[in-house]
């Protein structure tokens, strides 16, 4: 088998698609802030969003790298006065990245991959999202992709890469059928909420055509 024929087969570097689960085994693995241990969950906290979700690892010749899970945003209301939200809207709900030396410097290329690549493989997911982005947009479309930084963190990572910081603000304190912010718990537990707006809105088409270029989004045996 040549050397070509080889990487095509095994990709030095690759995405896939996974369940939730395993992203979030890796997001305890990796001690995530908002997945550390505590006393209700003593092996670390679980992704619990009640949204729909779609989670990827960046595998480096097998070896799992870094993380992504993306997700329908909490609030139904993003930016009223950019007309973005919660079906227009895709929320990189986790990102993380191995604590291998290796893996140090891989962020920044895994969040660019994300808003590129992977956020765009939302259209088509969830019937009822498309449906309802349709009613409010004319057509199923994602016009922005948000994040939120960490309690105690610059967002740096963000803020490069073209996203604009919105706001910043605390999380739930719970009550009722709401669960507390997890984020509450580091640092001031203020989090700084994060905006990439398309240059034009990422609609069906385009999606097609990314995922017909990015595949396979599924491991090979």
């Known amino acids: 088998m040549s050397r070509q024929l080889a990487l095509r087969l095994s990709p030095v570097v690759a995405f896939y698609q996974v369940d939730v689960a395993e992203a979030e085994e890796l997001l305890i693995a990796w001690r995530h802030p908002l997945h550390l241990p505590d006393d209700r969950y003593p092996t670390g906290r679980p992704y619990r969003r009640p949204f729909g979700s779609l989670a990827f690892v960046m595998e480096d010749r097998g070896r799992r790298a870094a993380t992504v899970i993306l997700a329908s945003t909490i609030n139904a209301s993003v930016s009223k006065t950019d007309g973005w939200h919660r079906y227009n809207t895709v929320d990189l709900a986790r990102i993380a990245r191995s604590p291998d030396r290796r893996d140090r410097q891989c962020l920044r290329a895994v969040l660019r991959i994300a808003r590129d690549y992977l956020v765009p493989l939302w259209l088509g997911i969830y019937p009822r999202w498309d449906a309802r982005s349709a009613e409010l947009c004319g057509r199923p479309q994602i016009e922005a992709v948000s994040s939120t930084s960490l309690p105690g963190t610059p967002g740096r990572l963000y803020r490069f890469d073209g996203?604009?910081?919105?706001?910043?603000?605390?999380?739930?304190?719970?009550?009722?059928?709401?669960?507390?912010?997890?984020?509450?718990?580091?640092?001031?537990?203020?989090?700084?909420?994060?905006?990439?707006?398309?240059?034009?809105?990422?609609?069906?088409?385009?999606?097609?055509?990314?995922?017909r270029v990015s595949q396979p989004l599924t491991r090979r045996a």
Do not use: C, M
């Not at 709401?178 to 990439?196: E, F, H, K, T």
């Open 163 to 211: 996203f604009e910081r919105l706001r910043v603000s605390k999380g739930a304190k719970g009550g009722g059928h709401q669960r507390p912010s997890a984020a509450n718990a580091i640092d001031d537990g203020a989090r700084g909420l994060w905006v990439y707006r398309y240059p034009q809105p990422v609609r069906s088409a385009v999606a097609r055509e990314i995922t």
